[in-house]
């Protein structure tokens, strides 16, 4: 089946069921292959994409219910929240392997969008379901909390 989908700002006409993950399409047919397969039950946030301008886990979303939707994956995430995310993600050496980065980036840029000066909590709420197992939670907090002094000045 043809769904007709808009990633990163543009469009793209794809063959697949609809119940198909959005995770695979966005790898196989695509090649963007910065959105990461980790758990595949939406349980480690690896996988995580804007739908809409909200974080949504990629492997358990069905293509079909994007179709019409903005989605925007770690190679189109723009804007100067996304700039101050990347920008203390670098000077703080938040990643360790860096698999689960691409998801704690995403979830990062989504909850400064939504909470520009965010308390430890909103931390906690925004970035849950994003493991590190590197366990690098001290850096992305620190990161996070630089980037959102950025946003302001």
Same mark, same amino acid.
């Given at each position: 089946m043809s769904i007709t989908l808009t990633i990163n700002g543009e469009e793209h006409e794809v063959e697949a069921a609809p119940d198909t993950p959005l995770l695979w399409v966005l790898r196989d047919h695509l090649g963007l292959t910065g959105t990461k397969y980790g758990c595949g039950v939406a349980q480690c946030?690896?996988?995580?994409?804007?739908?809409?301008?909200?974080?949504?886990?990629? $492997?358990? *979303?069905?293509?079909?219910?994007?179709?019409?939707?903005a989605v925007v994956t770690i190679e189109g995430v723009s804007g100067p929240e996304a700039d101050a995310v990347r920008e203390a993600w670098t000077e703080l050496a938040v990643p360790q392997?860096? /698999?689960c980065q691409s998801g704690q #980036?995403?979830?990062?840029? *989504?909850?400064?969008?939504?909470r520009p000066s965010p308390s430890d909590d909103d931390i906690d709420r925004g970035m849950a379901g994003n493991i590190c197992r $590197?366990?690098? /939670?001290?850096? #992305?907090?620190?990161?996070?909390?630089?980037?959102?002094?950025?946003?302001?000045?």
């Open positions: 946030g690896a996988c995580t994409v804007h739908v809409d301008g909200v974080p949504r886990r990629a $492997c358990v *979303a069905p293509v079909g219910s994007v179709a019409g939707k392997c860096g /698999y #980036i995403m979830s990062a840029v *989504a909850l400064l969008k939504s $590197c366990a690098t /939670y001290v850096r #992305i907090r620190r990161a996070i909390k630089q980037a959102a002094g950025e946003g302001e000045r």
